[in-house]
């Protein structure tokens, strides 16, 4: 018997769960009804006005941010909010900065997380339902450049991978640029311009029934610019991208911050404020009562346990244990729940989870059927002490 | 069109010494390390030339309370080293040891509060395979694109390896941070 039969574990190895690894964990957010209530409704609300949602959620580490970005984006595709009437065009993107990364460095990873070959199929679907090309390109994109680097995604050869890095902003020679009928580098007029070429992707999307949202996560690597032109020109970005007439490119960005102070400079300064709106900075706390702790655990072994498959094993076995609680017996469960919940700033997830994920190995070296006191006492002590 | 092709930043091959190195990233990080998982089948102690020895590796580990997860073979006095190497971990009260007889594999992974790097690769950790066998290696960072294969591996060693039949529990760790 291995681990996953010994504690009837359903369709899953373990008790971790993790989003990036196996999508389908995206669908879980347990304990925290109210919190997931008060995101989903800042997102309904961003489909209406400005259009799309643009939020910031911040915590610490180990609280769930990730797997509130993911639950958000597996929200919006399998039970989509009536205000959101295209189907979502989801974006994961994990951003990794430097000291001097700029706009650019930005922009590019947002343009290779969102990809030449979907941008592509939106530039064909436009194609094909459009009597004329360049006025339907002229009505998204408000530049002569962007323009007809996008036509030329459509082109013969290598025009198209020329076209796509000009749009990603790579920095392209003046016989490529000649060749793409272009007049400059994108960027080379500022952040504005990568910006428009965002929004203007975001147009094209909804030409073809997608809502384009990007979901971006470690965003406190922002904090590791430390040139000032760099970090200016990161600012700027997110400036635009911030502007009321963005309508079209949503984000949800996540950032380690204990409060919305902590934030990276640029997120707390006053004009990204003004344009977020304050209501649209969201905390992800440690859960904050014994008895969140107790759903978010409740929660987590109903779904990830065969429920027939322990009952049986119950009932064959004569455990002392009830289905709510399998594997842990009552005594043990109360008190994984006391020691998770004796630091506030412990009650995290990620420590709650592998406090779990602990307690079951330990369980299994010492073949032992159920989760007992002794085990949880030794294992919970470790993670929360 | 000239399009430069190379590595990206997240993933770098080590076809120099690459356990060393992992060892020389894990001693110099500045970094608070949450957690190491070591899984080699052979463990030396590490010493004649190798810059970064056993000892000091555990006095990081003690100082700064490190879970750290140690899966190896059951040594043998075939290997006197690996003897010695696993009674020095023993003395650990942060280090949980299994003995997997089926371990072939060797990974490296170093889990820091909001990072960390992996080391994936042919080495063991001995100073027969630093100093003297081709290796190669390759380190993952947890950062960007690196983050998922990051997790993965985190996951096969912090969880899969030690939950298969096999890997045997030799000692827990027994203090709390």
């Known amino acids: 018997m291995d681990f996953k039969e010994w504690f009837c574990l359903n369709e899953r190895d373990s008790f971790t769960i993790d989003p990036q690894i196996n999508s389908e964990d995206a669908q879980f957010y347990f304990g925290r009804a109210t919190k997931l209530k008060e995101l989903q409704t800042q997102l309904r609300k961003g489909f209406i006005d400005p259009g799309v949602p643009k939020i910031f959620i911040y915590g610490s580490y180990g609280s769930g941010k990730t797997q509130t970005l993911y639950n958000l984006a597996y929200y919006l595709q399998h039970d989509p909010p009536k205000s959101l009437q295209l189907k979502p065009a989801i974006v994961h993107v994990a951003l990794e900065m430097q000291s001097k990364s700029d706009h650019l460095d930005w922009h590019l990873q947002l343009m290779e997380a969102l990809g030449k070959e979907r941008v592509s199929q939106w530039v064909d679907g436009l194609f094909n339902n459009v009597h004329n090309m360049d006025e339907a390109l002229e009505s998204l994109f408000s530049d002569y450049n962007i323009i ?71 965003v406190e690597q922002f904090r590791n610019i430390s040139n000032p032109d760099c970090f200016e020109a990161v600012h700027n970005y997110l400036r635009q991208l911030a502007e009321q007439k963005n309508s079209s490119a949503g984000f949800i960005m996540s950032i380690f911050a204990l409060t919305d102070d902590e934030m990276p400079q640029m997120m707390s300064r006053g004009d990204i404020k003004n344009r977020i709106g304050a209501i649209n900075y969201i905390e992800i706390p440690p859960l904050p009562s014994v008895e969140d702790i107790r759903t978010f655990i409740y929660e987590l072994l109903s779904n990830f346990i065969d429920r027939k498959a322990a009952e049986d094993k119950i009932q064959q076995q004569g455990l002392a244990v009830t289905l709510d609680t399998y594997p842990f017996d009552a005594d043990a469960f109360e008190v994984l729940c006391d020691y998770a919940s004796q630091d506030p700033t412990k009650a995290l997830p990620r420590n709650i989870i592998k406090s779990i994920t602990e307690c079951a190995i330990s369980a299994w070296d010492g073949e032992k059927a159920v989760i007992d006191v002794e085990i949880v006492n030794e294992i919970a002590s470790l993670v929360f002490g | 069109m000239n399009i430069e092709t190379r590595l990206p930043s997240y993933l770098e091959i080590v076809p120099d010494k690459p356990v060393e190195r992992f060892l020389r990233m894990f001693i110099l990080s500045s970094k608070m390390v949450e957690e190491l998982v070591i899984v ?116 096969w060693g912090l969880e899969r390896l030690r939950s298969v039949r096999g890997s045997i529990l030799i000692k827990r760790m027994t203090l709390r941070r």
């Open chain 1, 148 to 218: 007809n680097a996008v036509k030329n995604l459509r082109g013969g050869g290598e025009m198209p991978l020329l076209a796509w890095r000009w749009l990603a902003g790579h920095r392209l020679s003046a016989g490529d640029l000649q060749r793409l009928q272009l007049t400059r580098n994108s960027g080379d007029i500022g952040a504005g311009d990568m910006v428009k070429v965002l929004i203007g992707l975001g147009h094209l999307a909804e030409k073809n029934g997608n809502k384009l949202i990007f979901f971006m996560d470690e």
């Open chain 2, 40 to 155: 080699s089948p052979i463990i030396g102690m590490l010493r004649g030339g190798v810059s970064v020895s056993m000892n000091r590796v555990i006095e990081r580990i003690n100082k700064e309370r490190i879970k750290t997860y140690v899966i190896t073979n059951e040594p043998s006095h075939d290997h006197p080293s690996h003897v010695q190497a696993m009674t020095a971990l023993k003395q650990s009260n942060f280090i949980e040891i299994r003995y997997n007889e089926s371990l072939h594999a060797k990974v490296y992974i170093c889990r820091t509060r909001d990072g960390g790097f992996a080391l994936l690769g042919s080495g063991n950790l001995t100073e027969t395979s630093i100093q003297r066998r081709i290796e190669i290696g390759m380190i993952i960072f947890r950062r960007g694109n690196g983050i998922p294969l990051f997790q993965e591996l985190s996951k």
